[in-house]
C-alpha cells in the first residue's frame, strides 16, 4: 500500500518536472475568463430543439430550472440573431435497416452577435459558450426520462459557470 503511494507520487513528480521543462522552467497560469462573464441574462432567449411531442414539457422544465436559480430569459417573439441559450435533446432514427440505433445530440450552447476586430463592421452570430456532445451520437434507446436528466445536466453546467463568473447574481 504505502509502496503504491510512493508510486504514484514519483509519477505525479516526474509528470510536473516534465511539463516545467517543456515550458522552459517557467511557471504560467492564464486566467480564464468565461464568456458568460457580464452577460445580461434578461436579454437572453431559451430556444430548444428537440421533438414536437416533448417540446412543452421540456421547455417547462427548461425554463423552470433558470427561474429557480434566478436567471429570467427574455419571453418575447425570438428572432435569429438574438442572444439565444439554444438547448439541442434530439433523438433520431439512423435508418430503416437499423432500427434499433438511433443518433442522439445533446447540447447547449449560447449564440450571440460578436464583433470582429479586423472588421468592427461585421457582427456574425456564434458561439460563445457551450456544453454537451458537439456532433450526434449512436445510442440503442434513449428514453424521455434519460432526455430530460440530460436536459438537467446541461442547464446546471451554464447555471454553474454563470454563477461563478457573475458573483453578484
Known sequence: MMRNKIS??????????????????????ER???TSAGLD???????LNTEHDLYDRFYSRALDRLSKAGLKPRMDAYKEGNTALE????????????QKKRLYSQ????????????????????VTW?????????????TVEKMEKDLDELIDAFLTDYRISNPKM
Not at 88 to 98: A, F, I, P, Q, V
Not at 130 to 142: C, H, Q, R
Request: hydrophobic fraction near 45%; glycine fraction near 6%; charged fraction near 20%.
Open 107 to 126: 447540447k447547449l450552447e449560447l449564440k450571440e452577435k460578436v464583433a470582429i476586430d479586423r472588421n468592427p463592421k461585421l457582427h456574425p452570430w456564434v
Open 87 to 98: 438547448i439541442t435533446l434530439r433523438s433520431k432514427l439512423l435508418n430503416d435497416s437499423c
Open 41 to 47: 441574462f434578461s436579454q437572453v432567449h431559451v430556444v
Open 8 to 29: 504514484r507520487f514519483g509519477i505525479g513528480l516526474l509528470f510536473l518536472v516534465s511539463v516545467l521543462l517543456y515550458n522552459g522552467g517557467r511557471v504560467t497560469a
Open 130 to 142: 457551450s456544453y454537451g456532445v458537439p456532433e450526434p451520437y449512436v445510442v440503442d434507446a434513449i
Open 32 to 34: 480564464l475568463i468565461s
